[in-house]
């Protein structure tokens, strides 16, 4: 069974740092595409923020560029995501994903997401 547990999250002030963790058990992480989506609060959509696919291709949002650095731990299968220069458009919901194979491009198509872990930041 696929779990996914996120941890890091809080309260900063902008201009700050934050660094979120993700442990993945109970699949075989190496042939999965796995990253870090949000979900800004009183909003439906989710955004993608940064993936590592099965290959080691990094994608990045355009709005996390320079920024945010994704890391794929293999010896414990964990995901980190160091998160710098923080905003206030940065406070959501982020949550750790992951899917079979290559990355997805539709959001409907990755299966498993963990519970997520809320960032805020204050201006």
């Known amino acids: 069974q696929v779990q996914l547990v996120e941890t890091g999250g809080g309260s900063v002030q902008a201009g700050g740092s934050l660094r979120l963790s993700c442990e993945a058990t109970?699949?075989?992480?190496?042939?999965?595409?796995i990253g870090w989506f949000r979900q800004i609060p009183g909003r439906n959509e989710r955004e993608r923020v940064a993936t590592i696919d099965t290959d080691g291709e990094i994608v990045y949002a355009d709005s996390v560029k320079g920024r945010f650095t994704i890391y794929r731990y293999y010896s414990n299968h964990t995901l980190d995501l160091q998160m710098n220069d923080l905003k206030p458009e940065d406070t959501a919901m982020f949550y750790c994903?992951?899917?079979?194979?290559?990355?997805?491009?539709?959001?409907?198509?990755?299966?498993?997401w963990g519970k997520g872990t809320l960032v805020t930041i204050c201006s």
């Open positions: 994903v992951s899917q079979r194979g290559n990355c997805p491009l539709k959001l409907a198509s990755w299966d498993y």
């Open positions: 109970g699949y075989p992480y190496r042939s999965y595409c």
